[in-house]
């Protein structure tokens, strides 16, 4: 009778122990730190880096996919989103970068503010010259990149410009594509 009181200790054990096996990079605690190297741009707001930090156990370095933090780029498929693509390229291809990584999300990719060699937030480059949209309902506090974006607007930089008819968030745009599929929206 006595191992009905040690059962759920030892199921949560189990579960705690376990849980992080073979996910050595997604261990990062929220707002930790990390050196690293972008070694691809997925698109506007996501990369890949290979960490700079020494592995204890001598293992070969990983890519972690990132996706960047309080940012929404246009999507390759929607208007402007090949040219945020190449813009992010330029900026962060190659670079050594240190990343605070804010959280993982649900795709298991660290969420981060991603700061560049020179000291300059990648995300308040990319605001500051109209590649991305400020994702104010997942950083509302991030006051400088509402800033950032503010002056692209004002100076009608990157999709803020006066050329693009119509301008969409991503995120409207992936809902509306996903509602396309799904036959509930009309072109």
Not at 71 to 90: C, L, M, R, V, W
Not at 144 to 151: C, E, P, T, V
Request: overall charge positive; hydrophobic content about 40%; aromatic content about 14%.
């Amino acid at each position: 009778m006595n191992w009905l009181y040690f059962y759920p200790f030892w199921l949560l054990f189990l579960i705690f122990t376990t849980s992080n096996f073979g996910c050595r990079y997604l261990t990062h605690k929220k707002d930790s730190v990390l050196s690293a190297t972008v070694v691809r741009v997925a698109d506007g707001d996501t990369i890949e880096i290979v960490s700079n930090d020494v592995d204890a156990d001598n293992s070969p370095k990983k890519r972690i996919k990132v996706r960047l933090f309080g940012i929404d780029a246009p999507e390759i498929g929607q208007s402007f989103g090949k040219n945020s693509h190449n813009y992010a390229k330029k900026l962060l291809l190659g670079k050594k970068i240190t990343l605070n990584i804010k959280e993982t999300d649900q795709y298991g990719r660290f969420v981060a503010i991603v700061t560049l060699p020179n000291g300059q937030v990648a995300q308040e480059n990319l605001l500051g010259n109209g590649y991305a949209w400020w994702y104010k309902s997942y950083a509302p506090y991030e006051h400088n990149f509402a800033i950032a974006q503010a002056k692209a607007q004002k100076e009608n930089k990157g999709l803020w410009a006066k050329s693009d008819k119509k301008l969409m968030p991503p995120w409207q745009w992936r809902l509306n594509q996903r509602l396309l599929k799904e036959g509930r929206l009309d072109e």
